[in-house]
């Protein structure tokens, strides 16, 4: 990890210093441990967002980081078929390969340093799993998941897809080429990622040398999440310790600080963290499993709409009728 990297980085374009006498500095409103679970068929995960209030999150609602695990031959594991309606879901891959299809005919694989942005918006069903390959071989297996909730306007859209490759995202470095800065949707310092939102937000994955520092410029009406995907270091101007695993929540202001320690764990030799940032929807949520709507009325109606097939029908796989997979 990670799999987008660039062999000279004096040679991206570099983000602007901002200015400490105009850009307000946000201050760190909490760092939050994420506890440990599984997800699907088994595969490990971290609840990035657990014990953090909504209204921090807004227009965030849930965040898995998958694995990172290595598997042995046969235990790979995905999520069976699952209907979604109302939010956004973003896959990204830093290692390994997953295989996704849905219910409309959709679906494609991403690898390394690929995003996977599905809008559900109406609903539909939907699988991940990894290719029969890689469950014969095993391997490396780790990314992340986002839930980008949809205003009320958009929850009613039809579902679509955006595959991005690793390749098509901007990449750019700090001034002094101590951070790697890859934007995979939305905007830093006037350079724009290839990811098409309802909901404005700001997506970017940083690598921090040891004993670098980033300062990014944020928007200031959008709000802004750390997480830390690998390695550790200190976060804010405070200089608050954090490290793999953990999500800092930052107040108002212009700019995100972090840095990375000198001393890093052997295995993960560069702090390596998630920024993502966006405007508040401020409305009503009502979510209940893979639903997120306004009012529980629409939650109720969305549960009934998918036990009545009208999010769609599970393709046969193999001779099997989808009775048996939609009792998964």
């Known amino acids: 990890m990670p799999a987008v990297t660039v062999s000279d980085i004096t040679v991206l374009p570099r983000i602007n210093q901002p200015d ?38 807004d227009p965030f609602i849930h ?16 999520t069976p078929w699952h209907p979604h309606r109302g939010f956004e879901t ?8 997953m295989e996704h299809q849905d219910s409309q005919g959709g679906g494609g694989v991403i690898s390394n340093g690929d995003t996977q942005w599905m809008t559900a918006g109406s609903g539909l069903l939907h699988i991940e799993t990894p290719p029969e390959h890689l469950v ?21 859209a039809a579902p679509r897809y955006q595959d991005i490759r690793g390749g098509d995202s901007a990449l750019l470095s700090t001034h002094d080429g ?7 949707a939305g905007s830093v310092d006037g350079h724009e990622g290839p990811g098409s939102t309802y909901s404005p937000i700001t997506l970017v994955h ?17 709000n802004a999440l ?43 030799p560069n702090l390596d963290v998630l920024v993502i940032g966006g405007r508040p929807i401020r409305e009503p949520i009502a979510m209940a499993g893979p639903f997120v709507m306004n009012t529980r009325a629409e939650v109720v109606q969305a549960f009934e709409d998918f036990q009545a097939g009208k999010l769609g029908s599970i393709p046969a796989v193999h001779g099997l009728g ?4 939609q009792s998964n």
């Open 20 to 57: 400490p006498a105009v850009a307000r500095e946000r201050a760190v409103k909490s760092v939050t441990t994420a506890p440990s679970g599984y997800e699907g068929e088994g595969f490990p995960v971290r609840r990035a967002f657990a014990g953090v209030d909504l209204k921090d999150l």
């Open 178 to 184: 101590g951070s790697l800065i890859r934007v995979i």
């Open 322 to 325: 989808t009775e048996l997979h």
């Open 206 to 222: 940083a690598t921090i040398s040891p004993g670098a520092e980033l300062v990014l410029p944020w928007q200031p009406d959008y």
């Open 63 to 78: 965040m898995d980081q998958m694995g990172e695990v290595e598997y042995a031959p046969g235990e790979p594991k995905g």
């Open 226 to 268: 750390v997480y830390v995907l690998a390695g550790q270091g200190t976060v804010g101007a405070e200089r608050r310790p954090f490290r793999k695993g953990q999500l800092a929540v930052f107040g108002p202001g212009d700019t995100i600080r972090t840095a990375a320690a000198q001393s890093q764990p052997q295995a993960e």
């Open 90 to 97: 973003v896959t990204y891959m830093l290692d390994g390969i």
């Open 136 to 156: 014969t071989s095993g391997g490396l297996f780790h990314g992340v998941q986002l839930w980008v909730n949809l205003p009320k306007a958009q929850k009613w």
